[in-house]
């Protein structure tokens, strides 16, 4: 079977870490944070916060805009549905579900 394409591979990991999950929990509200909101709400390092917001930016879950000196993240819902789409199609190829 072919290895799932890289970004799809991204998702996943960006996926498997509970303080990203919590991360993205956060922003089930879709409201734009900064890291220092992230930090202060998850209650976790700035530069910790600060890292996992990246991983979740370069997965395609979260985006980020500039506004002067600070960075606002939100959810990507677009590319989300995306990738959703994607791992739908590799779960359908390869666990199709047989007829009784």
């Known amino acids: 079977m072919a ?14 870490s509970e303080t ?10 879709g409201q734009e944070r900064t890291v220092n ?15 996992q917001l990246a991983f979740l930016r370069r997965s395609g879950l979260l985006q980020a805009r500039r506004d002067g ?14 990738l959703l789409r994607q791992l739908t199609d590799v779960l359908a190829r390869c666990c199709r579900l047989r007829s009784p």
């Open 3 to 16: 290895t799932p394409p890289l970004e799809l591979q991204d998702f996943l990991k960006a996926l498997a």
């Open 69 to 82: 000196k600070e960075v606002y993240y939100s959810p990507d819902p677009g590319r989300v549905g995306a």
């Open 37 to 51: 909101q992230v930090a202060g709400e998850a209650q976790i390092g700035q530069s910790t916060a600060s890292e």
């Open 20 to 29: 990203r999950q919590r991360i993205l929990e956060l922003f089930a509200d």
